[in-house]
C-alpha cells in the first residue's frame, strides 16, 4: 500500500504545480466572435443586395392581366402585383355567408388577398385595389385585355376596340387591329420625337437668345446708365434681333402645329372591363387616346416569352435613357444618373488636391507639435459631424454669401433672379467635397507615413531638394493609398442626400447641368440625384404602391453606379501598385 500512495502523491504534487490558463487569455473566444460578427454583417449586406437585386430586376417583367368577377357582380382587370394574409374585421365578418365565416373561422379569423393594379386612376381615382379571396366569385385571363403605358395618369388597362383615322376605323378589335397598332404606333412616336425636339432644341435655342437679346440691354443700362447712348443702341440692336428671333419662332411654331394636326388624326379607343370609354384627357371624356400619348401597348395575355423579353428590354432602355414622368414613378431616371455621376466628378476633382495638399503639409512640412496634433484631432472629429450640418454650411456660406458675391460682380443683370446664389450642382458637389476630405486626408497622411524613410534620404543623397523628393518619390510610391481614400470618399459622397437636398437637388430638373449652350457646363443649375429620387419616390409620391417598384429599381441603378465608378478607381489603383510594386503597401 505504501508503494501505490508514493506516485499518487507525485502525480497530485506535479499537478499542483501545472499553472492554470484562463481560456480567455488564450484568444480563442475573441477570435470566434469577431469572426461570427464578420459572418453576421456579411450576410445582412448579401441579403441586402440580393433583396434589391430580385425587386429590382423584376420590375420590368410584364405581368399577366386578370378579368376578376366579385360576388356583387362588379368586375376587376388588372395585374396581380403581390399577396397576404390579413385578419378579417369582425364587422366585415358578419356581413359574409356562413360559409365563408365558417372557412375563415378555420383558419382562426385570417384570410389571404392580392392587390391588383387596375390603372385606369382618371377613372377610379386609385391605382391598386385589395381583393379579398372570399369575394372572388370568379376568375380568368382574357386575351383581349391589354396593358396601355400612357404619358399622363399612368398605365391604362382595358380591351382596345378599334384604331381609329379622323375618327373612322381603321381596324376593329383582333389581331389586324394588334397589327395595324404596331406600324401606326411606330409613326405617332416618330411624330412625338419631332415635336419634341422642335420644342427642345430649335424653340429652346430662340428662347436662349430672347434671353441674351434682354440681359445685354438690361447690362447696358445698369454699366452705363438707363437712357444712355450705350443703352440706347443695345435697345435698337435688341429691337432687331428681337424681330429677327420671332420670325424663326413663327415658323417652327408653324412646323410644330402642322405636325400636330396630322398627329391628332390617330387614336384608339380603348375601353375599361366596364365598358366605360379610356379618354385622352379627363377633361374631355368622349375622346379616345392619342396614339402618340401612348408609350407602349401589347395584349398581356397573348405574347410569348421573346415578346415580353423584348418589352422588358424595352423598359430597362426607356429607365436608362429617358425623362421621368407620373411625379417620377414611371419612365426613366436619366437626369438622375447624369446628375449623381457629374456631381461625383466634380466632387472627386475638387477633394482630391484639396485633401492631398493639406496630408502633404501636416507630414512633409508641418512642424510636429501641438497645432499640428490638433489640426489632426479636428479633422478626424470632422468625419463623425453629421451630413446635414455640412448641408446648412454650404447652404449659407457657398450659396449665399459667396454665390451671392457672384452674383452681384459677374450677373448683375439677371438680379433679383440668383444665379449662383442660390443651390447648384456646383455648390453640392463643394459641400460633400468638405463631407469627405477628411477620409482622404487621412488616408493620405498614413500612405505617406508607409514611404519607408531610406528612400527620401537617397534621395536627398544624390541632391534632390524636399519639393524633389516629394514630387518624384513620395507621391509615386503614396499614390495606390491616396486612391484607396478616394474611393472612399466616392463611395461616400455618391450615396449622401441630406446636404443634397438644401445645396441644389431638386424633384424634377427641367434642364441638365450640360446642354449645347455656352459655356455647356450650367454648373448653377440644380439637378437631379439617384438617392433623392430614391427618397422621393418612396415617401413623397402620390401612391407607395406605384412607386415601389421604381424604389428597388433606382437602389439597384445607384449601387451598380456606385460600384461603377469604384472599380474603375480599383483597376487604377492596381496598374498604380504594378507599376510601383517596390513601394506596396
Request: charged share 20%; with cysteine.
Amino acid at each position: 500500500m505504501s508503494e501505490s500512495r508514493v506516485p499518487l502523491q507525485t502525480a497530485t504534487k506535479r499537478t499542483r504545480g501545472v499553472r492554470s490558463i484562463s481560456i480567455s487569455a488564450r484568444g480563442e473566444p475573441f477570435v470566434w466572435l469577431t469572426g461570427g460578427g464578420l459572418a453576421i454583417a456579411t450576410a445582412m449586406i448579401v441579403s441586402l443586395l440580393v433583396l434589391v437585386l430580385f425587386n429590382g430586376a423584376r420590375t420590368f417583367w410584364p405581368k399577366p392581366i386578370v378579368e376578376v368577377t366579385l360576388v356583387d357582380g362588379t368586375k376587376l382587370m388588372g395585374e396581380v402585383t403581390r399577396s397576404e394574409r390579413f385578419r378579417v374585421d369582425p364587422a366585415v365578418l358578419e356581413q359574409l355567408s356562413t360559409v365563408v365565416r365558417e372557412a375563415i373561422a378555420e383558419e382562426d379569423g385570417w384570410a389571404t388577398r392580392r392587390l391588383v393594379r387596375v390603372g385606369n386612376y382618371d377613372l377610379y381615382g386609385e391605382d391598386f385595389v385589395w381583393v379579398p379571396s372570399f369575394e372572388i366569385a370568379g376568375e380568368s385571363t382574357p386575351a383581349d385585355a391589354w396593358m396601355i403605358e400612357r404619358r399622363e395618369w399612368g398605365p391604362a388597362i382595358g380591351r382596345p376596340v378599334a384604331l381609329l383615322l379622323d375618327g373612322e376605323p381603321l381596324s376593329e378589335s383582333g389581331a389586324s387591329l394588334a397589327t395595324q397598332f404596331r406600324g401606326a404606333h411606330g409613326s405617332a412616336l416618330a411624330r412625338y420625337r419631332q415635336i419634341r425636339s422642335l420644342e427642345k432644341n430649335d424653340i429652346g435655342d430662340i428662347n436662349h437668345e430672347m434671353e441674351k437679346v434682354r440681359l445685354s440691354v438690361r447690362r447696358a443700362a445698369i454699366e452705363h446708365g438707363d437712357g444712355s447712348a450705350q443703352h440706347q443702341a443695345a435697345a435698337l440692336e435688341a429691337s432687331n434681333g428681337e424681330e429677327r428671333l420671332d420670325d424663326a419662332y413663327r415658323l417652327v411654331q408653324i412646323h410644330i402645329d402642322a405636325i400636330r394636326e396630322e398627329d391628332e388624326k390617330f387614336r384608339i379607343e380603348v375601353r375599361d372591363v366596364s365598358g366605360r370609354l379610356i379618354s385622352d384627357k379627363p377633361s374631355d371624356p368622349d375622346t379616345p387616346l392619342l396614339l402618340s400619348h401612348v408609350v407602349r401597348a401589347y395584349p398581356a395575355n397573348a405574347i410569348g416569352p421573346l415578346d415580353r423579353l423584348h418589352i422588358y428590354i424595352d423598359r430597362w432602355v426607356e429607365f436608362l435613357t429617358a425623362e421621368p414622368r407620373e411625379a417620377n414613378t414611371e419612365g426613366g431616371v436619366w437626369p438622375a444618373i447624369f446628375g449623381t455621376f457629374m456631381m461625383t466628378v466634380i466632387m472627386s476633382l475638387v477633394v482630391a488636391p484639396f485633401g492631398v495638399v493639406t496630408a502633404l503639409y501636416l507630414r512633409e512640412y508641418a512642424k510636429q507639435g501641438a497645432v499640428v496634433s490638433a489640426v489632426r484631432i479636428a479633422v478626424n472629429n470632422l468625419a463623425g459631424v453629421p451630413s446635414i450640418v455640412f448641408g446648412v454650411f454650404g447652404l449659407g456660406f457657398f450659396c449665399y454669401v459667396f454665390g451671392a458675391r457672384i452674383d452681384q460682380l459677374f450677373y448683375p443683370e439677371k438680379l433679383p433672379a440668383p444665379t449662383y446664389g442660390t443651390g447648384g450642382i456646383l455648390w453640392a458637389s463643394l459641400t460633400l467635397a468638405l463631407l469627405t476630405v477628411p477620409v482622404v486626408i487621412v488616408a493620405t497622411e498614413e500612405a505617406l507615413a508607409a514611404v519607408p524613410r531610406s528612400m527620401r534620404e537617397g534621395s536627398f543623397a544624390c541632391g534632390a531638394s524636399r519639393w524633389q523628393t516629394i514630387w518624384r518619390i513620395v507621391l509615386p510610391k503614396a499614390t495606390p493609398g491616396i486612391m484607396t481614400g478616394l474611393i472612399l470618399a466616392m463611395a461616400r459622397g455618391a450615396g449622401e442626400v441630406a446636404p443634397l437636398m438644401i445645396t441644389g437637388v431638386v424633384k424634377l430638373a427641367p434642364e441638365l447641368p450640360f446642354d449645347r449652350h455656352f459655356p455647356w457646363a450650367h454648373l448653377e443649375r440644380s439637378f437631379m440625384h439617384l438617392g433623392f429620387h430614391i427618397y422621393d419616390v418612396g415617401f413623397q409620391s402620390r401612391n407607395s404602391e406605384a412607386g415601389k417598384p421604381m424604389v428597388f429599381t433606382t437602389t439597384l441603378l445607384l449601387i451598380a453606379l456606385i460600384a461603377m465608378l469604384n472599380f474603375t478607381a480599383i483597376r487604377l489603383r492596381n496598374r498604380l501598385k504594378k507599376r510601383y510594386r517596390s513601394a506596396d503597401f
